[in-house]
């Protein structure tokens, strides 16, 4: 039964399809947004509806902005000869918060999956194929989740790759700065114990 009106319960709904947020938590976010109308709510909105009609994919590496190509392809100053190979955009914009890659990407939107029916053509390996014939990229940098999913859609980028005379690196698997050994899980020291190198 609705304890509100049908405007509020349809916010509620839609606020409960994000991520992390469920009914109750939708249900909090809405009441602290009507609370905060003027100061939250009200620029909030504004802010959605400016987004929604700026917002652009990419058609150079995929990337979520509100140009096409997106600020980190027009930027002169990134290293067009490597490439990192990201699965969602969510994943480009972490290494960016980090600080962790200076040249350019490519979002594959999504990974390889037998179970739900995902095969290469539904996603951006084509272009990335494309990318890869021009000639100016010397290292694919494979940014996959330590997924079997995820690794097996890195081993099917790197077959793809191989014979185009472009080195194939993957991020580095195991403990976590800050890490305590006790804490991990077996795959994540396993891992750790296999990417070892010297000190």
């Known amino acids: 039964m609705a304890v509100t009106g049908p405007e509020i319960e349809r916010l509620i709904a839609l606020m409960s399809k994000l991520p992390g947020l469920g009914p109750r938590s939708a249900r909090r976010a809405v009441l602290q947004l009507i609370k905060k109308k003027e100061t939250l709510f009200s620029p909030l909105a504004d802010a959605m509806a400016d987004a929604a009609a700026k917002a652009r994919i990419c058609s150079a590496c995929g990337n979520v902005d509100t ?21 969602e955009v969510g994943d480009l914009w972490a290494l960016e918060r980090a600080g962790a890659h200076k040249g350019r990407y490519h979002v594959l939107g999504g990974v390889l999956s037998a179970l739900d029916g995902v095969g290469p053509d539904d996603l951006n390996i084509g272009k990335l194929v494309e990318r890869l014939g021009g000639g100016d990229i010397t290292e694919v940098i494979l940014a ?19 014979g185009l005379g472009i080195s194939v690196t993957r991020l580095a698997h195991g403990v976590p700065v800050g890490g305590e050994l006790d804490y991990l899980d077996d795959g994540t020291l396993a891992a750790a114990m296999k990417s070892r190198r010297p000190f």
Request: charged share 20%; hydrophobic share 30%.
């Open 67 to 87: 140009q096409d190509p997106c600020a980190i392809c027009a930027d002169n100053t990134r290293d067009p000869h490597a490439l990192c190979i990201v699965e």
């Open 144 to 162: 996959m989740n330590a997924t079997v999913d995820g690794q097996t859609t890195a081993h099917y980028i790197t077959d793809r790759v191989s």
